[in-house]
T-cell receptor, first 112, second 113 residues
Framework: TQLLEQSPQFLSIQEGENLTVYCNSS?????LQWYRQEPGEGPVLLVT?????EVKKLKRLTFQFGDARKDSSLHITAAQPGDTGLYLC????????????FGAGTRLAVHP | DTEVTQTPKHLVMGMTNKKSLKCEQH?????MYWYKQKAKKPPELMFV???????INESVPSRFSPECPNSSLLNLHLHALQPEDSALYLC????????????FGEGSRLTVL
């Protein structure tokens, strides 16, 4: 079982639709990061959230960190074909751990 | 443009070959990482160097041998690989080795015949 569970695994939508991707755990994380990876390239960091309840916006992307710091969500408004890619959440567990743990990823396809 | 540079971008090698993957960063980061990524899977951590010392080895087979000549460079020496080692090998760096934000290179696509 993954320490960080992402859902859905796959998402295929039309341009202009809204979507939400979830990243859940039973463990508490000191921080969570979201990356986007396009085919043939390395992941690119989108955002880091560190405070429970924190909300960060990046243009049409809204990231939220759960109050208990066990979960996070990524909401995309009016998706564009350029949003297509693999979205990965990754986190550092609280309690002295220093290893970044990745979720399995959500593969998003936005069709024109 | 990524600030972590990996070479080569593509590598095809036989099971008896010896080759190396190289990674370079000039952001002053003190931690560097090797990840392995199979198709449609997330990156899997292989090694972490922190302040030029190997701090994490995720039980990687000895046919993969990392080397950190200085704080800007990271190599991965490959010898006697198996076809199942074919994957995208990603290098990343972070400010320190405490699980902070990672900056990834574009990866080296390795095919083992």
């Amino acid at each position: 079982t993954q320490l960080l569970e992402q859902s859905p695994q796959f998402l295929s939508i039309q341009e202009g639709e809204n979507l939400t991707v979830y990243c859940n755990s039973s463990s508490v994380f000191s921080s969570l990061q979201w990356y986007r990876q396009e085919p043939g390239e390395g992941p690119v960091l989108l955002v880091t959230v560190v405070t429970g309840g924190e909300v960060k916006k990046l243009k049409r992307l809204t990231f939220q960190f759960g109050d208990a710091r066990k979960d996070s969500s990524l909401h995309i408004t009016a998706a564009q074909p350029g949003d297509t890619g693999l979205y990965l959440c990754a986190g550092v567990r609280s309690g002295g751990y220093n290893k970044l743990i990745f979720g399995a990823g959500t593969r998003l396809a936005v069709h024109p | 443009d990524t600030e972590v540079t990996q070479t080569p971008k593509h590598l095809v090698m036989g099971m008896t070959n010896k080759k190396s993957l190289k990674c370079e960063q000039h952001m002053g980061h003190r931690a560097m990482y090797w990840y392995k990524q199979k198709a449609k899977k997330p990156p899997e951590l292989m090694f972490v160097y922190s302040y030029e010392k190997l701090s994490i080895n995720e039980s990687v087979p000895s046919r993969f041998s990392p080397e950190c000549p200085n704080s800007s460079l990271l190599n991965l020496h490959l010898h006697a690989l198996q076809p199942e080692d074919s994957a995208l090998y990603l290098c990343a760096s972070s400010q320190d080795g405490q699980g902070g934000e990672l900056f990834f290179g574009e990866g080296s696509r390795l095919t083992v015949l």
